[in-house]
């Protein structure tokens, strides 16, 4: 079925429609949901409030950019309001700027699993896992992230530099252990 059509029976509550289009879209949200939540449990609640808000406000979608990226920008705002609520957010110091650059050996990166690397993000505090999923994932930049967590430009900066730094010392282990 076109895009257009499923949204427009989605919009006549045709229920048959909003299930495609949840099957269509919820195994790439559930994965930018897990990004952001502690566990898979979280994450489900936080697609499962994510969908409710696609349906409620698919009216507003104008078809200008992508559906999966109207999505997709819903899953993130309704995981960032969910740390919100649970306090879950961290502490994050407001530091003008720290440096940190991520170096690392290529044969240790090329072994490591997607799926490895993120077990390591979700590992990250949550200040610097939500920043860092923001800009380097989502590629929100550190001025949105500032509006979007009432943070300063500055605190992102930080979040995510103290968020690359920490990846570095975890593949730096990885690499040491995997050379022996």
């Excluded at 499923?6 to 949200?29: H, T, V, W, Y």
């Excluded at 969908?51 to 990226?69: A, C, I, P, R």
């Excluded at 077990?119 to 949550?126: E, G």
Aim: hydrophobic fraction near 40%; include cysteine; aromatic fraction near 12%.
């Amino acid at each position: 079925m076109e895009e257009q059509a499923l949204i427009n029976n989605c919009l006549k509550g045709d229920s048959i429609s909003q299930r495609k289009l949840f099957e269509k879209f919820a195994p790439k949200m559930m994965s930018v949901s897990l990004r952001y939540m502690r566990d898979s449990q979280e994450a489900e609640d936080v697609l499962q409030d994510a969908f409710v808000k696609v349906f409620n406000y698919l009216h507003k979608y104008e078809s200008t950019g992508s559906l999966e990226g109207w999505i997709r920008r819903i899953v993130v705002n309704t995981a960032l309001d969910q740390l919100r609520k649970n306090a879950k957010f961290g502490y994050m110091d407001d530091v003008d700027e720290v440096g940190y650059k991520i170096e690392y050996n290529d044969y240790v990166v090329e072994g490591l699993a997607a799926e490895d690397l993120m077990k390591i993000i979700n590992q990250m505090p949550n200040g610097y896992k939500v920043v860092f999923n923001l800009f380097a994932i989502e590629g929100y930049s550190h001025k949105e992230i500032a509006d979007l967590l009432s943070i300063t430009e500055s605190t992102s900066k930080s979040q995510y530099l103290r968020a690359r730094a920490y990846l570095k010392d975890k593949l730096e282990h990885l690499e040491i252990e995997y050379r022996r």
